[in-house]
């Protein structure tokens, strides 16, 4: 262990390291190594996550040479909330430049009774479903724990100032596939709930993915405590691959058998999203699909409004299309919703992140 820190130093030559790249535990080695107290590294901790210190400078109890001293080794790399706009509906859209210039969006998304965070957690996305706006970005890079707790703590600042009340929800519903990010996304929900950052309960957290079925199975080993929801659309395999392709390498039958050992393991009900569409599952086959899907474990279905994302290629399917989904999953004794979008006017609803602005 002696001399981590100063060989971790030289790998990056003098590049200086995000100082939150850091645990907790090697931010007090680093304080014992450079001959100060471990408990310097709790102050510094505190003010990078409770106090989300932009810079050192601002760290007001510590001296002035443990300040320049750190100013010497590392850097902040803070999130940047470069535009805001609003939605007539209330919703909220924050374009969040990045410490290497990368453009991400957040959305704050208010009821009368929560406001719920839509955070990224790619800067672009690697899948390709044919129907959201994301996939025609190139999947540039990983967004690092520290830039997803910060879009959290951006939404939770314009969330007291514009509604004068705190975060109440957290979904993974913005760009970027969070499973294919894991780690990252997983730290920062450590982040998000421990006492030593925002304090959350992960109950409040949704992560909702394409579906990832070895990634499922590891969040069930892990024992999780937040909520799933998976980006369903359609329970036939043929008609999934035409609209989300990464279905062909990840088959239902994969996703199933996934989805049935998270259950197992963490009994925690599963949400689907589903989008029904004019032509593609508007069908009673595609119910019927749906509803034995729905079988394998516990879950409930969250019929979401298309948005639109200018080719005309997707319309929302009829009133009465929907109306079908709805009373046959209630006749099956499935929970089902309806979701209308929020922010269209903006493009900040699901599906329509683009950097557009
Ligand atoms: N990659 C993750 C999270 C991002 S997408 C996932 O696939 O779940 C968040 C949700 O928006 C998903 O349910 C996705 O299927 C849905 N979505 C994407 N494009 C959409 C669109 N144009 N209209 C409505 N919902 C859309």
Redesign the pocket.
Known sequence: MAGFFIDYLCAVKNDKKDIRALTKAQLRSFFVEQGDSAFRGNQVYEWLWQKSAHSFEGMTNLSKETRAMLNANFVINHIRVDQMQRSNDGTIKNAVRLHDGLIVESVLIPTKTRTTACVSSQVG?S?D?K????SRLKRMRNLNPDEIYDQVVAIDNESRLYFGRPLSNIV???????LMNYNNVLKAIDKITSKEGLGMSPKRITV???GVPKMIKKMADEEVKFKL???L?SAIDEVRTTIMPFNATFPLKDLREALEYWYAKTKNKITY?Y?VWQGINDTKEAVDALVKFCRFAPSKVNL??????DDGEFQQASEEAIALYQSVLEQNNITVTVRR?RGKDIDA????LANKS
Not at 131 to 134: D, L, Q, R, Y
Not at 172 to 178: N, R, V
């Open positions: 996305c899948l479903c129907f959201c706006a994301t993974f519903m913005g760009m970027g596939e969070p909702s993915t394409s929801a998976v980006s659309h999203e989008v979401i409004e298309y948005n639109p994302i979008s609803a699901c599906g329509q």
